[in-house]
């Protein structure tokens, strides 16, 4: 074959590359829509969860959504069941747990499963059911009244992280709007990310959150590049009382957020509503729809 023919030939073959690629295109954009890895974190469901965590999930996958965050874990057991149990019946949904959320146990010394109580467990746990993350969600308001209660928290979630790093999981904290508020002329926010390791604590953005604290969710991902591998992703009401709202329904841009991925560290993302004016299962219904619309 002489080497104008065989260029030729290469021609030929590529254009019919090009040909089955066009026709193949509508499938792919529905493959890829329908493969993407939204997450829901449970506790927007939490009432349904406590009557029924197995009828609750199934109707979950059913929506659509692929990952779960769990909350509530206690004493070995998450939703009532072993993490063998656990993680076999979320198998068998189509669903995976890469994230949980925990407390710290300041507050409750007597609950098992904090990071100040029976933590070695926890952690051992969540890497039975497949955590890759384990997340402080909140702080208690009794538990952060000065400035100094942010800096022993911050040497807490150091060792607590050390824990999870050895069972390869990556500790995080969860924000909500208090930690922007100064106290003695400082921001907590600044405090705890400050004062841990930036390789061993990470951070779950919760944009909602940030956002009613006027913070910009973009300038904290160029602030702390790759620190946030997590997200909490819900809206804002376009009203003066900025309630919780269904993705996609509010007032936040979350395709430019999403375009900073990058930036972030982005690894995961889970809708969460805290309070909901319409049925849960409607309301997750309707942002797990929207956050497939976006640019992922």
Same mark, same amino acid.
């Given at each position: ?14 254009? /019919? ?8 295109? +509508? =499938? $792919? ?21 406590? !009557?029924? +965590? ?6 979950? %996958? ?7 965050? @769990?909350? /509530?874990? @206690?004493?070995?057991?998450?939703? /009532? ?14 669903? @995976?747990? +890469? ?7 300041? &507050? ?6 904090? *990071? ?15 955590? !890759? ?6 702080? #208690?308001?009794?538990?952060? &009244? !000065? ?19 050895? %069972?390869?999981? =990556? ?10 508020? +100064?106290? @003695? ?8 990310? /400050? ?11 919760? *944009?909602?959150? %940030? ?8 300038? *904290? #991902? ?5 620190? #946030?591998?997590?997200?909490?992703? !819900? ?24 375009? %900073? ?11 969460? =509503?805290?309070?909901?004016? $319409? ?18």
């Amino acid at each position: 074959m002489s080497q104008s023919s065989n260029i030729t030939r290469k021609q030929f073959l590529k254009l /019919g590359a090009l040909a089955t690629s066009a026709a193949l295109l +509508p =499938q $792919l954009d529905a493959f890829a829509a329908s493969s993407k890895k939204v997450g829901l974190q449970l506790y927007t469901l939490r009432d349904l969860m406590a !009557k029924d +965590p197995d009828g609750t999930l199934k109707k979950v %996958a059913q929506i659509g959504y692929k990952e779960v965050e @769990s909350f /509530g874990y @206690s004493d070995g057991k998450f939703f /009532g069941k072993t993490p063998k149990d656990y993680a076999a019946y979320l198998k068998s949904l189509g669903l @995976s747990a +890469p994230s949980g959320h925990y407390t710290t146990g300041k &507050t409750m010394p007597k609950a098992k499963g904090t *990071l100040m109580n029976d933590w070695k467990r926890a952690v051992d746990d969540a890497a039975t059911i497949g955590q !890759k993350y384990m997340v402080c969600a909140y702080l #208690f308001p009794e538990e952060r &009244t !000065k400035l100094d209660d942010y800096l022993k928290f911050a040497d807490l979630f150091n060792k607590s992280a050390e824990v999870c790093k050895a %069972a390869g999981i =990556q500790f995080c904290y969860h924000n909500h709007d208090f930690e922007f508020k +100064p106290l @003695s002329g400082k921001m907590p926010y600044d405090v705890l990310t /400050g004062n841990t390791d930036k390789n061993l604590v990470k951070l779950e953005l919760d *944009l909602y959150w %940030a956002t009613m604290a006027n913070q910009d969710p973009v300038a *904290l #991902f160029k602030k702390h590049p790759g620190r #946030f591998p997590l997200w909490h992703i !819900k809206d804002m009401e376009k009203t003066p009382e900025r309630a919780f709202a269904p993705v996609g329904t509010g007032s936040i841009n979350f395709q430019r957020i999403f375009d %900073a991925q990058k930036t972030a560290g982005l690894t995961h993302y889970f809708v969460e =509503q805290d309070v909901c004016k $319409l049925p849960p299962l409607e309301s997750i219904a309707i942002s797990y729809k929207n956050v497939e619309k976006l640019k992922v």
